[in-house]
């Protein structure tokens, strides 16, 4: 994964170095790397923060050998992406739903997205990570419109074991998100995973259909499933949903697939909010907490 990124990176750093360091040259080195980011799916205003924070601390510096150069710039241009990843307040979603349990409080969790995403397969990861540890959970079919979509969630539900809540299709997909929290509540279930429809950001009846099931449901937590193939995309339609319902956080699937890691880098930066799993494969496991360090690892050798 990443392996577009990388490679440019590394092509950037190695001509950021091939010459003594002064602030002229430097400031040659951090626009090639501002091209390179952008290139690669990298918001603009995102590389440019990095950029920016990669110089500042390059400055100042000394010229000595060549290596010694490469590897400052390659640590404080780590230090700059692992600053742009971490959000201000980290969140941990086995956490915050053992909090809630230790209440005797039930946590619904919404899922939203575009059309196209993995957005169910992506809840059907969550409830057997959930499921692994100990919690019990209901999910709500509140994709009313796509046909074959309850289908597809039952059949996830069958394999795991878990019980689905759910109405026909062209139902009023706030209702079914309602009833299945009110169930989860009178019998004590932990969890309750809301599936929605796809929709795109632009289409303003879907996207008040959304807030109408934030409304009524009022799940504890909005989390955007984004994929991160669609390159800048995701991060307009992030920005979208956010402005739309104040998602908390995100989920970003195909993963492994992304030769750039352009939209990892954004959302964080751009929302304000977490990415909280990254989707690295097809089967239930492979939902992998999004980790920072592992992520910056992979774009840039230390």
Partial sequence: MFEKLRGALDSAITKAITKELTEKNLADAVWNLQL???????????????????KSKMLG???????????LFKQYLIESVKEVLTPEKPFDLLEFIAQRK????????????????????????????????GYSIVIAAGDTYRAGSIEQLQKHAD????????????????????????HAKAKHIDVVLIDTAGRMQSNKNLINEMRKIARVAEPDLKIFVGDALAGNDVLSQAKE????????GAILTKVDADPSGGAALSIT???????????????????RRFDPEWFTSRLVDA
């Fill in 269 to 287: 930066f751009v929302t304000g909010r977490p990415i909280i799993f990254v989707g690295i494969g097809q089967t239930y496991e492979d939902l």
């Fill in 159 to 182: 394999t795991l074991g878990i019980r689905v809540i759910k109405q026909d299709y062209g139902s009023d997909a706030a209702a079914v998100a309602y009833d299945a929290v009110a």
């Fill in 241 to 248: 949903f956010h402005e739309a319902i104040e998602i908390d």
């Fill in 102 to 133: 230790a209440d005797s409080e039930t946590t619904a969790i919404m899922l939203v997205g575009v059309n196209g995403t993995g957005k169910t397969t992506t809840l059907a990861k969550i409830a057997y990570m959930l499921k692994k540890s």
């Fill in 36 to 54: 390179v980011l952008i290139q690669n799916d990298v918001a603009v205003e995102v590389a440019e923060h990095i950029c920016d924070l990669t």
């Fill in 61 to 71: 510096q000394r010229a000595g050998r060549l290596e010694k150069t490469e590897r």
